[in-house]
């Protein structure tokens, strides 16, 4: 089983809807990130999740919500979105803030 | 604050071939770790080495090996004896050693396409 996953693979949305995407880990790791990563920026740090408690926001729109129930699973929760925030989205795990990363196989977002 | 350059943005090779890929790094911490992420067309980010600032001995790990140099601010990384399956992009990574949060800051990454 791979150790983080992430679903679903592809999503296209309108501006108007609202979708989530999550993330799994199976590495019984501790701390969980969302990552965008945009087709002319460097990969880009949104959210940091460490013990189910968020630990940092990167300035990120409000039209992005995490949710961390457990520290199994992530979720980001996008409503309104704009078509700049098509991209790639990625979730990592590691075994604590100071560990190595491990990501999923990201989330490919379309918003039209 | 911390910066990452990955000055190659691709780099084409014929098979068996070496590739050397550069990373040269910006931060204030003298404590902070670096990474080497490959990403395969499939788009998940697969972890190939971690280096703490205090680690300057090279590492070889089969084809892979990492030369760093704090003096120069340089952690390259030398793909030996190239192979298809090696194309991909290759990000660069720092981590400096904060308590909240593992704030890992990418390069632009360096798309290396390995041919036939």
């Known amino acids: 089983e791979t150790g983080v996953t992430q679903t679903p693979r592809h999503l296209v949305m309108g501006m108007t809807n609202k979708k989530s995407l999550k993330c799994e880990q199976h590495?019984?790791?501790?701390?969980m990130y969302w990552y965008k990563q945009s087709a002319k920026k460097p990969l880009e740090l949104m959210f940091v999740?460490?013990?189910?408690?968020?630990?940092e926001n990167n300035s990120v729109p409000s039209r992005f919500s995490p949710e961390c129930p457990n520290s199994s699973h992530l979720f980001l929760h996008l409503h309104t979105l704009q078509p700049e925030d098509s991209a790639l989205y990625l979730c990592?795990?590691?075994?604590?803030?100071?560990?190595?990363?491990?990501f999923g196989p990201g989330t490919r977002l379309t918003v039209l | 604050a911390q910066k990452v350059t990955q000055a190659q943005t691709e780099i084409s090779v014929v098979e068996k071939e070496d590739v050397t890929l550069d990373c040269v790094y910006e931060?204030?911490?003298?404590?902070?770790?670096l990474f080497w992420y490959k990403q395969p067309p499939s788009g998940e980010l697969v972890f190939l080495i971690r280096?703490?600032?205090?680690?300057?001995q090279n590492e070889i790990s089969g084809r892979y090996s990492w030369n760093f140099q704090k003096s120069t601010s340089s952690f390259n990384f030398t793909i030996t004896a190239s192979q298809v399956v090696d194309s991909a992009v290759y990000f660069c990574?720092?981590?400096?050693?904060?308590?909240?949060?593992?704030?890992?800051?990418f390069g632009g990454g360096t798309r290396v396409l390995v041919k036939p």
């Open positions: 590495l019984g790791h501790n701390a």
């Open positions: 931060t204030r911490d003298t404590t902070y770790y």
């Open positions: 280096r703490n600032s205090f680690d300057e």
């Open positions: 990574a720092l981590s400096e050693n904060k308590a909240a949060g593992n704030k890992l800051t």
């Open positions: 999740y460490s013990l189910e408690e968020r630990v």
């Open positions: 990592a795990s590691s075994h604590n803030e100071r560990s190595s990363q491990y």
